[in-house]
């Protein structure tokens, strides 16, 4: 009797120790998994820089290699601070040095003929870069509309420059043939708030 009173007692202690331990593997195992959980809920998405969409600080300029046959030739200069343009020089120069904006001769000239003249039409192209900070947004100026698609055309060159972080001076040779070959252009959105949350997040 006594035997089996502690036999009985023996398998009854150990069929509480494995219900404990299965007990305890469980929550263990559920306390795992509840961390594992939260720390996916938790981690916060990673997010990638674009190559090339954001300026970066520098100062760029672009240069028309030769003085045209009006005697003229273009040149531009961005300056960029905390990923914006903070100033944008676009004129043009003579043989002389003379810029086009001084010449008061060519501002009543082109004035009486178109009703705008370099001192106006340049401030105003220069004025709408900074205000925009996007080439494509610049509107062509009325009565000067040569001048101010070369505007756009070297804008969106020193702006890409700038994504680039590339302040090696821009020479543009119109008298250059073109070279054989296949060429293409991709135009990638890019939205100036994006930039700072991922810079936020990667710590530049």
Avoid at 142 to 161: R, V
């Amino acid at each position: 009797m006594k035997k089996r009173l502690l036999l009985s007692t023996l398998v009854f202690s150990l069929v509480l120790t494995l219900a404990a331990c299965g007990s305890n593997s469980n929550v263990d195992s559920g306390n795992k998994n509840e961390g594992n959980n939260q720390n996916e809920n938790n981690e916060e998405p990673k997010q990638t820089l674009v190559a090339g969409g954001a300026l970066q600080d520098g100062t760029y300029s672009l240069e028309e290699k030769e003085i045209s046959d009006k005697g003229w030739k273009t040149t531009f200069e961005i300056k960029v601070e905390n990923w914006k343009i903070v100033s944008s020089n676009y004129n043009y120069v003579n043989a002389d040095g003379k810029l086009k904006t001084d010449d008061e001769n060519y501002q009543k000239a082109m004035s009486d003929k178109t009703g705008v003249g370099p001192q106006d039409f340049i401030p105003a192209l220069n004025k709408q870069l900074v205000d925009t900070q996007d080439a494509q947004k610049v509107e062509v100026v009325t009565g000067a509309t040569h001048s101010s698609e070369s505007f756009l055309n070297y804008a969106q060159q020193l702006i890409q420059a700038a994504q680039k972080g590339d302040t090696t001076p821009i020479v543009i040779d119109l008298n250059a043939p073109l070279k054989d070959g296949q060429y293409s252009l991709i135009r990638k959105n890019w939205i100036a708030k994006d930039f700072f949350n991922i810079y936020d997040t990667v710590n530049l």
